[in-house]
């Protein structure tokens, strides 16, 4: 009824599903009036025994809150004691992000002059200099490439536009070459911009594995995960770096809530910090 995505849905009822389970094997629950506050306690306890984060606990709270919600609105329960279940506290996690190096590194990794190498290129590109999500970049479609910006949908339905760079331009362009030659004797017509050999829109696994093989072959250090969502990281702590303030990072990005934002500027490195202030040095600016 709230419209959410599907893969919203599938988050809450996956959460859900894990609490059931647990309460069924633990506790012998398989009813709803039978699920009592200190039950779901003990469930938390044991995703804490696993070391499960702050951050994951506190997401699978919320999947509790609005099943129990609802079931009390709709009169399955007399009592929503779901209420009385605080949030916990999260951890502010160091967000670890490639170098400029390293970003060079990864661009050069698909130098070749056939259609799949120029495509990968493309991706990594793309998702370096824009902070698109791996699912945006997969529904991205031929319509939402502007002459000047990208029309990006993301979380919540809602659009923004990130711009596009005169690199990635180029980049684009030769992209866009590419994929009219190898599809023109082909039966293929898809409103998606990034496709597979086939002709197919990408999915999020084949996007991992793409930045994955990047990241090996560029030899970047094992302390970062590579995968696309460590190219957002990038691309805002970049920004930083660069100079944009934060509400207009937090624009491009698509949050909803710039303490979101704030995160990446809380994870600055003290060396960067030092640079960026050199800059700004209130005698040198005199």
Known sequence: I?????????????NILHLANFLEREFQVNQLEEVTLPKIKSFLKHQQSKKCKGSYLNGLIKS?????????????????????????????????TFSKKEIKNMLNVYKGKDYLSIRNQTIIAILFDSGIRNYEL???????????????????????????????????????????????????NSIYYLLSRTGR???????????????????????????????????AQQQLQNG????SLMRLMGHNNISITQRYLDSMQDNDILKKSMGTSPLMNL
Not at 215 to 235: K, L, M, N, W, Y
């Open 201 to 235: 829109p990408l999915t999020n696994s084949v996007l991992e594995k793409i930045v994955r093989d990047a990241g090996e072959q560029a030899q970047v250090t094992d302390r970062i995960r590579c995968s696309p969502h460590t190219c957002r990281h990038t691309f």
């Open 64 to 96: 509790f809150r609005t099943f129990f919600k609802y079931a009390h609105q709709e009169g399955y329960m007399k009592e929503n004691f779901i209420l009385d279940l605080k949030w916990l506290r999260e951890e502010k996690p160091m967000i670890y």
């Open 2 to 14: 709230r419209n959410y995505t599907l893969k919203t849905i599938k988050g809450y009822k996956n």
């Open 244 to 247: 944009l303030d934060l509400y």
């Open 138 to 188: 997969c529904c991205l479609k031929n319509i939402d490439i502007k002459e000047e910006y990208i029309s990006i949908f993301g979380k919540g339905k809602k659009e923004r536009i990130v711009p596009i760079s005169n690199y990635l331009k180029k980049i684009l362009y030769q992209y866009e070459r590419a994929k009219h030659s190898f599809f023109e004797d082909k039966t293929v």
